[in-house]
């Protein structure tokens, strides 16, 4: 059975952290996420706000990275809660358990030149062991540095093969 779900959305207010009895951090947030189609009656589309929890490193990132109206990607399974109201009513209800939440937009308006953002929780930067990014390879890549492929003679007068 496969259970994953990614969806994409902004927060409908800032996330809080909480901390359970055992003291595990867990957060609940709400994702707006717009539909890919127009209503046919109004013209304008429809929007979805989608339950989403955060338990561990993923709640605290969360909180500590996203605000409302922060565009994020939560990527988990679907979760089914049956539960019953004051009532004594039986009732259902559908949540995002998130294990990865990845940033949806770029860094806002900060002042500063600096474009870097943290990487989400559950996928880590990459690690080059120096100070500097791997070079592209190929001819006129920064540093000198060619790819081993080798130009090509004009033999054929410069048509194709085929």
Known sequence: MLNRI?????????PELRTTQSGVSVTSFTLAVDRDF?????????TDFIDVVAWRQTAEFVCKYFSKGRMAIAE??????????RDGNNRRSAEV??????????K???GGGDSYSPPPYGNPAPSYGGSQAPAYGGYGA???????FAEMDDQDGGDLPF
């Open 38 to 46: 127009k209503s046919r009656d109004s013209g304008e589309k429809s």
């Open 97 to 106: 358990v998130a294990d990865n939440v990845y940033f949806g937009d770029g």
């Open 108 to 110: 806002r308006d900060s």
């Open 6 to 14: 990614i969806i994409m959305g902004r927060l409908v207010r800032d």
């Open 76 to 85: 988990g399974r679907l979760q089914i809660r049956e539960w019953k109201d």
């Open 142 to 148: 920064p540093g000198g540095e060619s790819s081993g």
